[in-house]
């Protein structure tokens, strides 16, 4: 397996402009996390789905920030609108019950 | 929610030489990771070790649920060892949640 795929890699946008963030699982993975990093809070938990349905989105910082997953091998997560205070990078994550595996993260930059 | 601590917060090694790295947690945990971030910023998967001792190559990591703790140990310590270690603590829903890291430089 290709491990968690995210995209894309890097992403430098305008304040007040969307911005989605990309990730495929690990196949036959049911548990998908969104994580976010920042020097200043460290890894923090956005929101975590399990069979697609989200079960904990206490974490996403405000309503501009949404998240889905509308089948077993693909989720994303939006920034609407993006403010510098989002920059950071974004980690998603999957598990089928036991380890955890993280794809390369999103570093994203709102000037 | 439940508090991972890390300690310590930095080490500066010269490359050879032994370490250990701790992860004290304040409540009953499922699971528990260790991760590897390196200066490129990618998670690496270290060990996962809900108890006892495991053992991959120069790594090595002893978890003590019931004392709520895991221990770390880099033996022989390389330049590629540099880099951010994370513990993870896994209490519900299989969510991670993540100490601070200790940042290890490890000088040739």
């Known amino acids: 397996d290709a491990g968690v795929i995210q995209s894309p890699r890097h992403e430098v946008t305008e304040m007040g402009q969307e911005v989605t963030l990309r990730c495929k699982p690990i196949?036959?993975?049911?548990?998908l996390f969104w994580y976010r990093q920042t020097m200043m809070r460290g890894l923090e938990l956005l929101i975590y789905?399990?069979?697609?349905?989200?079960?904990?989105d206490s974490g996403m910082p405000e309503d501009r920030f949404s998240a889905k997953m509308p089948n077993a091998s693909f989720s994303t997560l939006k920034i609407q609108p993006s403010e510098p205070r989002d920059s950071a990078v974004y980690f998603c994550?999957?598990?089928?019950?036991?380890?955890?595996?993280f794809g390369q993260g999103t570093r994203l930059t709102v000037v | 929610g439940i508090q991972v601590e890390q300690s310590p917060p930095d080490l500066i090694l010269q490359e050879g030489a032994n370490s250990t790295l701790r992860c004290n947690f304040s409540?009953?945990?499922?699971?528990l990771q260790w991760f590897h971030q390196n200066p490129w910023g990618q998670l690496i998967n270290l060990f996962y070790?809900?108890?006892g001792t495991k053992q991959n190559g120069r790594l090595s990591a002893t978890t003590v649920a019931t004392e709520r703790y895991s221990l770390l140990y880099i033996s022989s310590s390389q330049t590629t060892d540099s880099g951010v270690y994370f513990c993870?603590?896994?209490?519900?829903?299989?969510?991670?949640?993540f100490g601070a890291g200790t940042t290890v430089t490890v000088r040739a």
């Open positions: 196949s036959g993975h049911d548990y």
């Open positions: 789905f399990n069979n697609n349905v989200p079960i904990d």
């Open positions: 409540d009953s945990v499922n699971n």
């Open positions: 993870a603590v896994v209490t519900s829903g299989y969510k991670l949640s």
């Open positions: 070790i809900p108890s």
């Open positions: 994550a999957s598990t089928r019950g036991g380890e955890a595996f």
